[in-house]
């Protein structure tokens, strides 16, 4: 009752009175709850006595343009990395998009930054302690919670991940994500050993299954001198725009309760530790997919070769290298309702890589022996128990497009085969746009071939989507 004085309780005892006699049809705890609350918020009907500021309430709390009403609003929960420092300008970036942002601090976070820095950027209060008297009077890790419209978590640790896949609320920002009802999103940020641990991979996995939206990491340097890899968190402008689309008005998610599983971009075969064979592959048309199905309400594993592209907001995503390593992920990412093999996986590899870079010699040119690579589309279609229902195949194609694409789909097994003609004048390979023939089984047992217009691969995605969302429909469950 620290900071509740009994002036206070008088004038929510009287508004409550107003409120109820207005007949707003809220339950009386509720009203109780929204009264007190606007009451330690600092709204009060008429303004309480002055009190004295803990260090995280010290910044005012609505210095700058109060957000207009009816914007949304966000609860950053900001983790004990070294990234801690981005979430500071996340919140600038948020706010840029007239989203109103309360930050609660973990207490490795305040290691890194200060919650007077979160308080004074975000123009409220700051939020760090489970037990403050000051906010639990009315059980503030519930209002934490349920008063905003989506809950951030960046960075998010290994740490954090951990603790919200077990379910444990031991400190504020476990117990308000815990007590979540609305959306979270994720900006995971951490040492590539540490995401790629087994342990933090479970996790990451366990948390999409909850329905927990991931934003990054991103590949790139590490804090740590000399280390590379994947586990920058994403930028503060991505996880805005990320936090955007979820606070957007829900659209129809006809994909919900399905797991998609999704391959793209190219493989990387090893010559040597030092060459490869590689494809023109971009990713872009398998990543655009992943997006489209996560916006679907799909529940999203995307298997990628190495792309030069940011992983898709809400999606698993796994990096791999080469063909076998893919086939690896794949098969540990069934069951899956729905499988689009988009990825232009090498069709052979070097039989006997190098354990050392080749060299010249008076020799001669070393001869490059190579043998067949697993068949991922083949493989997955061909599978008895695990095989998703519906297997759709790509077809990249430079001659002879729907001859080919039709032959493939006899000898792969899978549903559909989405045929693309690759050849250098059409641009596709790394391009923007894609022009693209839908192959089904028709009813009299022959192939039936869709074609669709040029369009941008975003759009290739989504009408693709669409179809898939039509085919669950109309497909007995
Ligand atoms: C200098 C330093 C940097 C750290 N950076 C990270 C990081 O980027 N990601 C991470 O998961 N943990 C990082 N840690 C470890 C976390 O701070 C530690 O796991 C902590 O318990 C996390 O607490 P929280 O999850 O409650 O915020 C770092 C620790 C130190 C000392």
Not at 233 to 247: F, G, K
């Amino acid at each position: 009752m620290a900071s509740l004085t009994i002036r206070k309780l008088d004038e929510a005892v009287k508004a409550y009175l107003r409120l109820r006699s207005a007949g707003n049809g809220r339950s009386v705890e509720e009203e109780v709850r929204v009264i007190l609350g606007d009451l330690i918020q600092g709204r009060p009907e008429t303004p309480g006595p002055p009190q004295t500021p803990s260090p995280a309430e010290a910044a005012p709390r609505h210095r700058g343009p109060v957000p207009a009403s009816g914007s949304s609003r966000v609860t950053l929960i900001i983790g004990g990395g070294i990234a801690a420092y981005k979430a500071l300008d996340l919140i600038r970036r948020l706010k840029e998009r007239h989203v109103r942002v309360r930050c609660v601090l973990t207490a490795a976070a305040q290691k890194f930054v200060t919650p007077l820095a979160a308080s004074a950027l975000s123009n409220e209060r700051c939020y760090t302690d489970l037990f403050d008297p000051g906010s639990e009077f009315d059980a503030g890790h519930i209002r934490l919670a349920r008063e905003c419209d989506l809950i951030v978590v960046a960075p998010a640790t290994a740490d954090l991940m951990a603790k919200m896949a077990q379910g444990h609320a031991d400190d504020l920002a476990t117990a308000i994500l815990l007590a979540a009802d609305k959306p979270i999103l994720l900006a995971p940020a951490m040492n590539p050993l540490m995401w790629n641990n087994p342990a933090t991979r479970r996790n990451v996995a366990q948390l999409a299954r909850d329905g927990v939206a991931t934003i990054g990491p991103n590949a790139g340097e590490m804090a740590e001198a000399g280390e590379a890899g994947v586990g920058r968190m994403a930028e503060p402008t991505q996880i805005a725009t990320a936090a955007e689309q979820i606070l957007k008005p829900a659209k129809p998610q006809p994909l919900k309760g399905k797991h998609v599983l999704i391959t793209a971009g190219p493989t990387h075969e090893p010559i040597d530790p030092v060459r490869y064979i590689a494809n023109r592959s971009s990713g872009k048309q398998g990543f655009a997919i992943a997006a489209a199905a996560q916006a679907a309400g799909a529940a999203v594993t995307l298997i990628s070769g190495p792309v030069d592209l940011d992983d898709p907001a809400g999606v698993d995503v796994r990096h791999v290298e080469s063909a076998r390593e893919m086939l690896a992920q794949v098969e540990a990412a069934l069951p899956a309702d729905i499988a689009v093999f988009a990825a232009a996986v090498a069709d052979w590899r070097v039989a006997s890589e190098g354990a050392q870079k080749l060299k010249k010699t008076g020799a001669g040119i070393p001869p490059l022996q190579l043998t067949e690579n697993p068949d991922i589309l083949a493989t997955i279609s061909k599978l008895r128990e695990t095989r998703p229902p519906l297997v759709i195949g790509f077809a990249a194609e430079t001659e002879h497009l729907i001859d080919n694409a039709t032959a493939k789909f006899a000898r792969k097994g899978c549903d559909w085969i989405v045929a693309n003609d690759v050849s250098p004048a059409t641009g596709v390979m790394g391009g923007d746009r894609n022009t693209v023939h839908l192959l089904t089984r028709g009813r009299d047992g022959g192939v039936d071939v869709d074609s669709w217009p040029v369009m941008t691969k975003e759009q290739v995605a989504a009408a693709l989507i669409d179809r898939i969302a039509s085919h669950i429909k109309s497909s007995p469950a």
